[in-house]
């Protein structure tokens, strides 16, 4: 199956597609206008790739540009990633993290946080992060959720918190 999936950058044009993909691949959580204001950032800003299959836009990945407060953008942001329900476990959402992290190295990007499930994050090389904080506190039961890989052996030299764009400072896509 992984033999067939293409992975690359999205378009303009499918974000209609990706306004259909994401009610269905996250029913409960409405991330659309997050969605659009990542496509329309540049690509200086954000990394957003689609995979493909059959024609058909299947899954979506997002990684903002960012870093410590103060210091260099030299972090990435990995969120939303979404598969479509019916297309799930066959390989598309590991083919999209894998073809980011492969892009953001190739651009010096020396961490990668994202909140979300280490049973999955784990996979990759994903870790519990504590030096590096994200823009809102978390419950109690998201510590862990919180992760980060190392994309190069140099640490960087502090912790502290995450600065993001403005369309990422809304406590609701950092709250349960
Ligand atoms: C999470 C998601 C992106 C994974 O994409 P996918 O294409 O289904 O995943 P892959 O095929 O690459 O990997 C499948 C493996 O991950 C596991 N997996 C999928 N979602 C998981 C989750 N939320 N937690 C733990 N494991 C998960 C599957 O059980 C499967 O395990 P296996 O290889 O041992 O059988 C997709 O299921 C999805 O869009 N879910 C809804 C939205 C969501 O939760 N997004 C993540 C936001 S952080």
Known sequence: MENEIEIRAARTSDLDSLLQLYPDAFPEEDLL???????RSGEDAVILLVAIAGHRLVGHIAFTLCGIDGGPANMALLAPLAVASAMQKQGFGKALVAEGLGRLKARSVARVLVLG????????????????EPPYPLPA????????????????????????????????????
């Open 33 to 39: 206008s997050l969605v659009e204001d990542l496509h």
């Open 117 to 132: 499930d280490p049973r999955y994050y784990g996979r990759f090389g994903f870790e519990t992060e504590k030096r590096i």
């Open 141 to 176: 039961e998201w510590q862990d959720a919180w992760q980060s890989p190392i994309l190069e052996e140099t640490r960087p030299a502090r912790g502290g918190a995450l600065k993001l764009p403005a369309f990422w400072m809304r406590p609701a896509l950092w709250a349960p």
